[in-house]
């Protein structure tokens, strides 16, 4: 569904077409924003292969979609992969100088190596940077959410849930059950299929990218 059609779907809800359109686009995005915080979800999978290892160069730039990070994998160019493990920012100095583990830097946007002589043995190697990305807010009429069609009614069904939760006039409808069962069934379905992309259990489905195959 595109966001023009899920703005219809939740005025079909309401039985309401008069909602300044400006508003109905950030109940959008406050519904959209909401799920895709919700959980880890397999869907936001990404990587980045854009850095290499540098001389003397503990700290890297983690893309501009970043959310959260998944964990590094250093690749030779030919066969050889290396994983690093994620730390807490605030464990970091009990890291310190430690084997295979970097932290995020969320206030500069970095990815912080904790060992330079471990990380001085890969230089050239390709960093691997496994993560969860945020996704675009919705803004044109066209545009989609990220996840599979089949769930994007439930953006609807939560813009309206905020709707009667907040309007203050006459209602000629109201949240109830039903609505309430539908939206839990939504959300239902959507953990259901992201889980099935864990190419641990399903190869077939993996949504991150060519690396991964092999690790």
């Keep these: 569904m595109t966001l023009q059609e899920i703005r219809e779907h939740f005025q079909w809800l309401v039985d309401d077409d008069t909602l300044d359109e400006d508003r109905e686009v950030t109940l959008a995005n406050v519904a959209y924003d909401a799920l895709n915080a919700e959980r880890s979800w397999r869907y936001l999978d990404s990587s980045d292969t854009s850095d290499t290892v540098l001389s003397s160069t503990l700290s890297y730039a983690v893309p501009a979609d970043f959310l959260q990070s ?3 994998v250093l690749f030779d160019g030919s066969k050889t992969y290396v994983t690093f493990s994620p730390v807490p920012y605030r ?82 409808r109201a949240w109830n059950a039903e609505f309430q069962a539908e939206l839990t069934s939504l959300r239902a379905k ?26």
Excluded: C
């Excluded at 084997?99 to 830097?105: A, E, K």
């Excluded at 002589?117 to 940077?129: E, F, K, P, Q, R």
């Excluded at 769930?151 to 709707?163: C, E, G, N, R, T």
């Design 70 to 72: 998944v964990k590094v």
């Design 91 to 172: 464990e970091r100095l009990n890291f310190k100088d430690a084997g295979r583990f970097y932290y995020v830097d969320q206030k500069n946007s970095n990815l912080v190596f904790l060992s330079e002589d471990t990380l001085s043995a890969y230089v050239g190697w390709t960093i691997i940077h496994e993560y969860q990305y945020q996704p675009e807010q919705l803004a044109d009429g066209a545009d989609e959410p990220v996840f599979n069609r089949a769930f994007h009614p439930i953006l609807a069904y939560q813009m309206a849930k905020h709707y009667f939760f907040n309007d203050q006039g006459e209602k000629s």
């Design 190 to 215: 959507i953990i259901a299929w992201d889980s099935a992309m864990d190419f641990s259990t399903n190869p077939s489905l993996n949504s991150v990218g060519a690396f991964d195959s092999v690790l």
